[in-house]
């Protein structure tokens, strides 16, 4: 059962990777609780941890040891294709490299999701074009990925994600292909998602970016050493 408002909840968190005999730990002991609505940021050096936290939250690899919680629902005890059928109910994912089919325009690209789930065409097309208007891209909705900006094009990945209402947006370095007005314009699309309710998780090195969240977590050799609230967490636009 769910406790009220928990979207995710780490107990005791362990992960090890094995390559023969060698052990390799990279988490240990992660405990971690994030409320629906939060927006938090998940920071530490190359070798931290940080990208193998990420990967157990989205469902993309499974921990070592430990119980971890997506709403309630014991994600530990799930599994290959129960995991793969959270992913695409519960979980959005925002990459660095956009991840975009080329030959797609921006409307089916975002509505790719939908097509997994076997939803219509024409509901695909509806619900796409609602997201792309969320992130103020509904005007090039029939544009490939070359025809579009960097910005542009991260707009799409992010309305994509977007398309099944997740419980959580997961974003890995959103803006790191881009450059600083062009991330600026895309924090401002998560400020926005923020105000309107998104549960947002998102990974970065940079402390800039960082700082638009409102709460960042701090990992060194595969342990959590400082989660703070920030206070007065602004906007790269400035607000």
Do not use: W
């Not at 979207?7 to 990279?26: C, H, N, W």
């Not at 609780?33 to 938090?40: D, F, H, I």
């Not at 542009?152 to 992010?158: G, L, M, S, T």
């Amino acid at each position: 059962m769910n406790e009220t408002g928990v979207a995710i909840d780490f107990i005791g968190i362990t992960k090890t990777y094995k390559s023969g005999a060698l052990e390799v730990p990279v988490l240990h002991g992660i405990d971690m609780r994030v409320m629906r609505g939060e927006y938090v940021a998940i920071m530490g050096p190359s070798g931290s941890g940080k990208s193998t936290l990420m990967n157990i939250i989205g469902c993309l690899d499974r921990p070592t040891s430990g119980t971890y919680r997506l709403e309630g629902e014991d994600v530990s005890r799930l599994d290959d294709n129960a995991l793969a059928a959270l992913r695409l109910r519960k979980l959005g994912f925002v990459f660095q490299g956009f991840n975009l089919l080329a030959r797609t325009d921006a409307l089916k690209n975002v509505g790719l999701p939908l097509f997994y789930a076997g939803v219509g065409s024409r509901e695909r097309a509806r619900r796409a074009m609602a997201v792309l208007e969320e992130v103020g891209l509904s005007d090039r909705a029939r544009h490939r990925p070359s025809e579009l900006s960097g910005g542009q094009q991260q707009r799409v990945a992010i309305a994509r994600a977007l398309i099944n209402d997740p419980a959580v947006l997961l974003a890995d370095e959103p803006t790191g292909n881009l450059d600083t007005k062009t991330s600026a314009d895309i924090m401002a699309v998560f400020d926005q998602l923020h105000a309107g309710g998104r549960t947002i998780i998102m990974v970065t090195h940079d402390e800039n970016i960082a700082r638009n969240a409102r709460r960042i977590i701090r990992l060194i050799d595969g342990l959590v050493v400082a989660d703070d609230v920030i206070q007065g967490a602004r906007s790269l636009t400035g607000s």
